[in-house]
């Protein structure tokens, strides 16, 4: 049986850039997250796009068909929030995998789709162009290309050039200056939080806002890092699209969740970046997961094995992670409560994440929270889809980028890691050509 179901997996897998069949799943339960309902039989597929969900296969439908023997189906997954270079490593040499090995380990872990919110501009703008133009290889990127932010500020220490603003008038210049490269999103920083006891320069609200007036005048969506809830007031109030990572540990003053839902602002929590290096300190055996084990190499799990966590370097952001962990899951949670939409992202490129692996962490973060599961899927599928404007998923008419898992989310939102398969506009991915790691 189990050789028969690999065999044909492999013949429904077609090398990327062919033009996508048109295929039929049978024997699916289908979990459509957007509106929490449930489908028993069969998805047609037509031309890489979702045509029609039936109790049984269309008797006039003669193309390939997988029967899945009752395993789970949902859309495919997306990190909102990611640095697309590699992985980074405590204590040794980052696992450098560029935006090409990136987008292979995503989609082989699940997730199809990526926003890089900033690399090295050019490099990045021009890989997107690049998939636009020939089709993805791996999961499809979105990117910002800079990350924007004052003389000083978050962003500029890293050595990657970025675009500086410190002034309303610097803001207009160099956002209208990107808007003709056309980015998915504009990304600044506007952080007053010091982190043990370290502040850096950001820029002030009337630059922030220039900021985001601007994107908006060219139909660009706008994500705001922001370190305190008044930095996430401020955002709100100026028109972000998107505020990410969580502040604490105070909770967040009462008018700001009915501030997001009015707004229509969505939250990226990063919840996974906030806590999971010292988590990994705690609990070692989070290093041995077998989709980790897959997809990041021995010697790197090994240096999180041995960090030493009384470094200096490390210490005071373990304490931080410590402090703000469970303040800011009880935040997440009555955002969420509220009604504040929440997309997964995860902050790939720093330490405790793991590109691709690590959005199913911040799933089962976001469970841990109290999210209910249909609600953690939202943030990771048709909630993405809404905020990427790219419409993928199990209704008709949605691109059928999908996992086929071997157990219910629903029962665990860990089940989200049990991937039988990954489909991509219609076309079952071969996995195991992603392996370039
Ligand atoms: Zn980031």
Redesign the pocket.
């Given at each position: 049986m189990k050789s028969l179901k690999h065999s044909l997996l492999a013949l429904l897998a077609l090398p990327a850039g062919l033009a996508a069949q048109d295929m039929a799943l049978t024997g699916a339960v289908v979990l459509d997250p957007a509106n929490e309902s449930i489908h028993r039989g069969a998805v047609v597929i037509r031309g890489g796009r979702i045509a029609e969900l039936a109790d049984a296969l269309p008797a006039d439908f003669d193309g390939p068909t997988l029967n899945l023997g009752g395993r789970y189906v949902i859309p495919a997954l997306a990190d909102v929030?990611?640095?697309s270079f590699g992985n980074a490593s405590p204590g040794g040499m980052p696992q450098m995998l560029g935006p090409q090995g990136t987008a292979n380990v995503a989609l082989y872990t699940g997730v199809a789709f990526v926003l890089d919110?900033?690399s090295p501009e050019d490099m990045i703008l021009g890989f997107r162009d690049g998939q636009r133009a020939s089709g993805p290889q791996g999961a499809l990127l979105f990117a910002a290309g800079p990350?924007l932010t004052a003389t000083s500020g978050h962003?500029s220490e890293y050595g990657v050039p970025t675009r500086i603003v410190d002034t309303p008038e610097d803001a207009r210049r160099e956002v209208t200056e990107l808007a003709g490269k056309v980015p998915d999103v504009v990304?600044i920083v506007y952080d007053h939080q010091s982190y043990g006891g370290r502040s850096m320069p950001t820029v002030d609200l009337a630059t922030l806002t220039a900021v985001l007036e601007t994107a908006r005048q060219h139909g660009i969506r706008t994500v705001v890092?922001i370190g305190t809830w008044d930095d996430v007031r401020d955002a709100v109030q100026a028109g972000a699209d998107a505020v990410?990572?969580t502040p604490g540990p105070a909770p967040p003053p009462v008018d700001i969740a009915t501030l997001m839902v009015e707004a229509g602002t969505f939250h990226i929590p990063?919840l996974a970046?906030q806590s999971e290096f010292v988590r990994m300190l705690d609990e070692p055996g989070l290093l041995d997961d077998p989709l980790l084990v897959e997809t990041v190499p021995e010697a790197l799990r090994d240096i999180y094995r041995g960090v030493d966590a009384s470094q200096p370097a490390f210490e005071s952001w373990l304490e931080y992670q410590r402090i703000l962990a469970q303040p800011t899951r009880d935040a997440v949670k009555s955002l969420a409560d509220a009604g504040v939409p929440m997309l997964t992202?995860t902050?790939?490129?720093?330490p405790g994440i793991f590109q691709g692996y690590s959005v199913h962490r911040e799933l089962e973060l976001l469970e841990a929270a109290g999210l209910p599961p249909w609600a953690a899927l939202r943030t990771a599928t048709t909630d993405a889809a809404r905020f990427l404007g790219h419409r993928w998923g199990v209704e008709p008419g949605d691109e059928a980028t999908l996992l086929v898992l071997d157990a219910s989310p629903l029962d665990a939102i860990a089940n989200t890691k049990r991937i039988h398969a990954v489909i991509q506009a219609g076309t079952v991915v071969d996995r195991e050509s992603l392996r370039t790691w």
């Open positions: 929030h990611t640095h919110l900033f990350c962003c990304k890092h990410t990572h990063t970046v992202g902050d790939g490129g720093n």
